[in-house]
């Protein structure tokens, strides 16, 4: 299995509402990340997990808040998101701080 | 100064030819060199990866390190209209865990 599954992949939600995000790797990878694309423009990172702890936050604002249940599994919990917070938000991994990323596909993300 | 600096294009090449795509990096202790693949609407894929100056192959995809110079590129051959998308360089810092990406270079291969 060489892939990171992300659910859902489409999300609409309004800015008073709780929803979570979920990333799911089994390759073994011990670093997952979250990050957040908006339309023309790069990846921007949010989080990483290292060995299941929160090692990176590039201060995001606490309506997002990370959990990493165990090595395979990264969630994304939102709640009381605004409208500019509508993205693309993607979930990485990676073997070790030398190899590259593997993406997932990304939930599209819609704060109405 | 960006930490990761490509030209955003569009860059234009016919088919069958070969494609140019050029990043700097700012942090000279970088160690990894990414190069991903994003089409519009999709998540970015991994391409190429160089760690070493040099040039490294695969396939008709050539990835080029100077690390004096604090240079990567990407050659492309035989340039094929399904080769059309942003290319985003990316380079991992020295210390921690984090990948930093350029804006990312569009590439349009017309028939």
């Known amino acids: 299995d060489t892939e990171v599954t992300q659910t859902p992949k489409h999300l609409v939600m309004g800015m008073t509402n709780k929803k979570s995000l979920k990333c799911e790797q089994h390759m073994g990878h011990r670093a997952m990340y979250w990050y957040k694309q908006k339309a023309k423009k790069p990846p921007e990172l949010m989080f990483v997990y290292s060995y299941e702890k929160l090692s990176i936050n590039e201060s995001v604002p606490s309506r997002f808040s990370p959990e990493c249940p165990n090595s395979s599994l990264l969630n994304l919990h939102l709640h009381a998101l605004q409208p500019e917070d509508s993205a693309l938000y993607l979930c990485?991994?990676?073997?070790?701080?030398?190899?590259?990323?593997?993406f997932g596909s990304g939930t599209r993300l819609t704060v109405v | 100064q960006k930490e990761v600096e490509q030209n955003s294009g569009p860059l234009s090449v016919p088919e069958g030819a070969i494609a140019s795509l050029n990043c700097t990096y700012s942090?000279?202790?970088?160690?990894?060199f990414f190069w991903y693949r994003q089409y519009s609407g999709k998540s970015p894929e991994l391409i190429m990866s160089?760690?070493?100056?040099g040039d490294k192959e695969d396939g008709r995809f050539t990835a080029q390190l100077n690390k004096a110079s604090q240079y990567v590129s990407l050659l492309i051959r035989d340039s094929q209209p399904s080769d059309s998308a942003t290319y985003l360089c990316?380079?991992?810092?020295?210390?921690?865990?984090?990948?930093?990406f350029g804006a990312g270079t569009i590439l349009r291969v017309k028939s």
């Open positions: 990485a991994s990676s073997q070790d701080r030398t190899y590259g990323y593997t």
């Open positions: 990316a380079v991992k810092a020295e210390y921690g865990n984090k990948l930093v």
């Open positions: 942090d000279r202790g970088s160690q990894s």
């Open positions: 160089i760690y070493s100056n």
